[in-house]
Every structure is written in structure tokens, then in C-alpha cells.
């Protein structure tokens, strides 16, 4: 999948989904070989950042990860392939100043193994973003949202949707079949009456 840097992230349904958003999604790092991108150094830190943001988007987010692999792009047309920590399905989220930016987890790779700068404006986000699995994440992403609900939740909180979801479901069936079996009763046995062909032998 591949964005220009900036440009709006409708890659998936939720939070990677620029509609979802009341301030703009900024797609960063969505790198194909076939595409272009701006290369030079980055600032100290910034890798370290990133692989701890990842590992706290995995831990904190899971129901986010996506399945699947992913082969870089870069590494096949170079004919090689380094597998770099941070390297997964799982998306950041970055918080900015009256927008976010979606950037897939494979942009600590790009960064180490191709020499890609993202933007500024990422680069700086990414500097003030508070632990992704902290309760401050999520409050710094609604604060860029304008203050607006974000198309985010916890673990906790969709776990807690999911079993509310599945006691539901359980309730609709035992109710559908208290249903069906109060009809059976309800409903008098028909006689099969016979077509006239049987025969005392």
C-alpha cells in the first residue's frame, strides 16, 4: 500500500480512515519501491521512539494489528531483506497539532535500512506523543481531534463491548428458541392419512 507522505490515509475502516477524523489524517511512511520518497538523516531518537511506540501499540492495541505479512518493497528490488524490530501489522497513531498522523510500523525499518525522513511535522509529533499504552495517548488524540470522540478505543473497552456483544447474541438465541419451542406445543399433531395403497397380506 502506498500514500504520499501527507496526503489523507483512507487505508481501513476506524482510526486509519481519514472521514473518521474531525482534523486531517496524514498518511506518513506508506513506502512502495515503485514510488519516490524524501531521504536523509533524522534526529537521535528518533528509531528508539518509534520502536517503543510499535511494542506499546501492540500491547495496548491489539484488536488493531492487522494479520498478515508484509514484505518490503525496498528490500526485494534491492534483493535483500533485513527484518527490523518494529517490523509487524500493527499502525501508530500520532497525534499532532489539529491532525494526526497514521504511519505503519514498518517505518522504523524504512528509516533505518533506506535512509526515509519523514516529515517535520511527524517527526516532531512523534517527539511529544505520550506512551501510546497510557491513559494520556489517547487523551493527547482527542485533544488533536478538537476535543471531538476519536474513532479509537482501548482494549479494555472493546473487550468489554465484545462480551456485551456475545451475551446479547447468547440472550437473542435462547430467546429464539423458547420461541420455536412454544410453537411446537402450541401446535397439534396433524395424522398422516394414508394414500390408499397399503394392503393386508
Given amino acids: 500500500m502506498h500514500f504520499d507522505d501527507l496526503e489523507p490515509c483512507v487505508y481501513h475502516r476506524g482510526a486509519l480512515n481519514a472521514a473518521s477524523w474531525a482534523v486531517p489524517l496524514h498518511a506518513v511512511g506508506w513506502l512502495e519501491a515503485t514510488h519516490g520518497f524524501t531521504?536523509?538523516?533524522?534526529p537521535g531518537g528518533l528509531v528508539s521512539k518509534l520502536?517503543?511506540?510499535?511494542?506499546?501499540?501492540?500491547r495496548a492495541f491489539p484488536h488493531y494489528v492487522f494479520r498478515g505479512g508484509h514484505d518490503c518493497s525496498l528490500c526485494v528490488a534491492e534483493n535483500t531483506w533485513v527484518r527490523t524490530p518494529g517490523w509487524s501489522q500493527a499502525n501508530l497513531i500520532v497525534p499532532g497539532t489539529d491532525e494526526v498522523f497514521a504511519a505503519p510500523s514498518g517505518v522504523v525499518h524504512y528509516i533505518e535500512h533506506h535512509r526515509y525522513q519523514p516529515p517535520q511535522a511527524f517527526i516532531a509529533a512523534v517527539s511529544t506523543c505520550p506512551d501510546c499504552d497510557s491513559p494520556?495517548?489517547?487523551?493527547?488524540?482527542?485533544?488533536?481531534?478538537?476535543?471531538?470522540?476519536?474513532?479509537?478505543?482501548?482494549?479494555?473497552?472493546y473487550m468489554q463491548r465484545?462480551?456485551?456483544?456475545?451475551?446479547?447474541?447468547?440472550?437473542?438465541?435462547?430467546?429464539?428458541r423458547e420461541r420455536a419451542a412454544s410453537r411446537a406445543e402450541a401446535t397439534p399433531a396433524v395424522p398422516v392419512k394414508g394414500d390408499g395403497r397399503d394392503r393386508k397380506s
Avoid: K, W
Avoid at 162 to 176: D, I, N, P
Fill in 39 to 42: 531521504s536523509g538523516d533524522v
Fill in 51 to 58: 520502536v517503543r511506540m510499535v511494542e506499546q501499540t501492540e
Fill in 136 to 157: 494520556s495517548y489517547l487523551a493527547a488524540l482527542h485533544h488533536a481531534n478538537r476535543g471531538l470522540d476519536i474513532p479509537m478505543e482501548s482494549n479494555e473497552a
Fill in 162 to 176: 465484545s462480551r456485551e456483544r456475545l451475551a446479547a447474541a447468547v440472550q437473542r438465541g435462547a430467546e429464539a
